[in-house]
C-alpha cells in the first residue's frame, strides 16, 4: 500500500484509517471474546492450561496497574500484537484505555510498514534488510520505554514509602 501511494494510486490517510481500523476491528473482536468469554472457560479449564484463580486475580492487579504500557507495547511486537487484546479482555480492562494504546500502537506500526513501502517501493530484498533493521529498533526502543516505565514506578512507590 505504501508503494501504491508513492505512485499516486491510493492515499495515505485512506490506506492508514484502514489499517487502523482493521487493526482495531481484530483487537476488539479478541478483546470482546475474551471479556465475555475468556474468564468463565479459564476458571473452568484454566487448571489444564496451569492457570489458577490466583492467577487471574495477579492478571487482574496487573492489568490494572500496567495495563496500559502492556497493551501498547504488545501492540509494536510482532506475534504478540494479535493476542496482547486477550489478557486485557480476561482482565476487564477499561475500553476506552484498551482502544487508545491499541490505537496508538497499531498505527505506529501501521505508519511504519507504510512508510517502508512508500521509501522501498518495489524491491523486495529491500523492505526484508530495512524491516529487519526497524524491528530491531523498534525492540531496542520498548526496552528502553520497558525500563523507563519500570524505573518510574519504582521510584513513584518510594517516594510513596518515604512521605508514609
Not at 477499561?94 to 490505537?103: E, G, N, R, V
Request: glycine share 10%; hydrophobic share 50%; charged share 15%.
Amino acid at each position: 500500500a505504501g508503494y501504491l501511494i508513492s505512485k499516486g494510486e491510493l492515499s495515505f490517510f485512506f490506506v492508514m484509517a484502514a489499517a487502523l481500523g482493521g487493526s482495531l476491528f481484530g483487537a476488539f473482536v479478541n478483546y470482546f471474546l475474551a471479556l465475555y468469554l475468556g474468564r468463565a472457560f479459564l476458571k473452568q479449564y484454566g487448571k489444564y492450561f496451569f492457570i489458577s484463580n490466583d492467577a487471574l486475580a495477579k492478571m487482574d492487579l496487573y492489568f490494572e496497574k500496567h495495563g496500559h504500557i502492556s497493551t501498547f507495547i504488545g501492540r509494536l511486537l510482532p506475534g504478540i500484537r494479535q493476542l496482547i487484546s486477550i489478557p486485557a479482555g480476561i482482565a476487564k480492562m477499561k475500553l476506552s484505555t484498551f482502544s487508545f494504546y491499541t490505537a496508538l500502537g497499531a498505527g505506529i506500526w501501521a505508519f511504519i510498514l507504510i512508510a517502508l513501502g512508500y521509501f522501498v517501493g518495489e524491491n523486495e530484498t529491500l523492505i526484508k534488510e530495512y524491516l529487519r533493521q526497524i524491528v530491531i529498533v523498534l525492540l531496542l526502543f520498548l526496552l528502553f520505554v520497558a525500563s523507563w516505565y519500570t524505573y518510574y514506578q519504582r521510584n513513584k512507590i518510594k517516594d510513596k514509602d518515604v512521605k508514609n
